[in-house]
């Protein structure tokens, strides 16, 4: 309304009014309303990147090659919700402290709740936009005992809609399907097609530079890009089966070999789920290189997501550990001083400490367990160091500016 | 005024920005001291992300 009137008298002005005054008003076209993108309509399509979609064949296979392979499995879907569909551009896994059975899976929340504050460093417009979850045997459609359950949890959703997929393993053995055959490409989603995913130099080349300033004998670990995993298997089960090619029999489903996703889309007021076509596009998979440090994320995950809350300027990102090589998470706070910064790389078997003075790494060794402990402890024993020399300085000033 | 280099993160958060502003009208956030560059009206907040994730129902 009042945007309106000051539009119109704006206009108004501009006709009735002499040379110098349009010369200083801005033009009427500034104050034209603007059309709010934010209003979401029906879920009409989910698009998934090429590598979230190599993830979930991937994943869902070693899962079943598992000893808990008779189990239910998922993922919730980190992604853009659109006016009328979302953008799948990372799958964070169930965990390996899932509650799970033959009938039913529950989430580890807690290293979801982290790993999702992890990819989110890089795209805060990123959210929860559906979940993944697998059924044992031949139903390709969620249960009515989903359908409790998220018709009341796509309230928390942009858009109170989600996306939902259901993988199944009951597809024909051995068929192979080329990608020209197979499923329905789409034009790459920027900005993610353009070397900027979260795995292609992004949070990993600063470190990678950092690592390269410091001459330092014990240096933390140097990052590199990971391979994938379903953060349950071992080592040498983490090889990317190349050329996952997929087939789409039909517009909401998703095959490669036996094995199946099926989507569907499920509003707060709708009574039962609808199918929902799927479409592929080249990108990353943003949570990608978290899926092999998945296990050190759970044991960490409350620790590390409370420091998260309390501290500014504290980012995680995957290294590789010392250990033999394997992937490890590396958790940097800066510190109040330009330049410097404390790092914490946490391993499978130990966490260590380092201190970052202008490019110039020194390995720390608090004398605490805990992490969160042995953090706190470095910082009061830095400001501890920093008090006196501040504190003379002070002195001296105003001892000076009295004797004047 | 700091006049340093952005690094990787804030300059993919500006484009992201920059590109949200000329495809879809989002607003582009300035920090009201110093006019530097905020975020944008599309970010989502760690809250809203977290507590989804932590409510996702049992499945079945």
């Known amino acids: 309304m009042v945007r309106d009137i000051i539009n119109l008298v704006n206009c108004w002005l501009h006709a009735t009014t002499g040379s110098w005054w349009r010369e200083r008003l801005p033009g009427p076209e500034l104050f034209a309303p603007t059309t709010a993108k934010s209003d979401y309509r029906r879920l009409q399509r989910v698009v998934v990147t090429d590598e979230v979609n190599q993830t979930f064949f991937e994943e869902f296979a070693a899962h079943r090659a598992s000893s808990r392979g008779d189990e239910e499995i998922g993922w919730v879907l980190l992604g853009r919700r659109l006016e009328d569909e979302v953008h799948v551009l990372a799958m964070l896994p169930a965990g390996t402290a899932r509650s799970a059975s033959s009938v039913h899976v529950r989430f580890d929340s807690e290293a979801q709740a982290l790993g999702s504050r992890v990819v989110r460093q890089q795209d805060k417009r990123l959210s929860i936009v559906g979940v993944v979850h697998t059924h044992p045997g031949s139903l390709r459609h969620p249960s009515d005992g989903d359908f409790r359950g998220d018709s009341l949890w796509v309230r928390h959703l942009r858009g109170g809609e989600g996306a939902f997929g259901i993988g199944t393993a009951d597809g024909p053995r051995g068929a192979i399907v080329s990608k020209e055959q197979g499923s329905q490409f789409r034009p790459p989603l920027p900005p993610y097609s353009e070397g900027e995913g979260w795995g292609e130099g992004g949070a990993t080349a600063s470190v990678q530079k950092l690592h390269e300033l410091s001459g330092h004998s014990d240096a933390p670990p140097s990052p590199q890009p990971s391979p994938p995993s379903t953060g349950e298997r071992g080592p040498d089960a983490r090889k990317p089966l190349a050329g996952i090619a997929t087939s789409q029999p039909r517009p909401h489903m998703q095959m490669s070999g036996e094995l199946c996703f099926s989507w569907y889309a499920l509003g707060a007021a709708d009574r039962q789920y609808r199918r929902l076509p799927v479409e592929l596009t080249p990108g990353p998979d943003l949570a990608r290189p978290l899926h092999p440090i998945w296990p050190i994320l759970e044991v960490h995950a409350r620790r590390l997501d409370r420091l998260f809350r309390q501290l500014s300027g504290v980012t995680l990102e995957t290294v590789t550990g010392a250990s033999g090589g394997r992937p490890a998470l590396a958790l940097n706070v800066k510190l109040a001083e330009p330049g410097e910064s404390l790092r914490l790389v946490f391993d499978r078997e130990e966490v260590r400490y380092f201190l970052n003075r202008q490019g110039e790494l020194c390995a720390v060794e608090p004398e605490a367990g805990n992490p969160e402990r042995a953090l706190y402890l470095i910082l009061a024993e830095l400001a501890g160091n920093a008090g006196p020399a501040e504190t003379e300085e002070k002195e001296l000033a105003h001892g000076l500016s009295t004797s004047q | ?60």
């Open chain 2, 1 to 60: 005024m700091d006049f340093r280099p952005l690094n990787d993160t804030e300059r993919r958060q500006l484009i992201g920005a920059l590109r949200g502003n000329a495809e879809a009208d989002q607003a582009i956030l300035t920090d009201r001291r110093d006019t530097s560059f905020a975020g944008s009206a599309e970010e989502i907040s760690d809250d809203e992300v977290i507590s989804a994730i932590k409510s996702v129902p049992c499945h079945y």
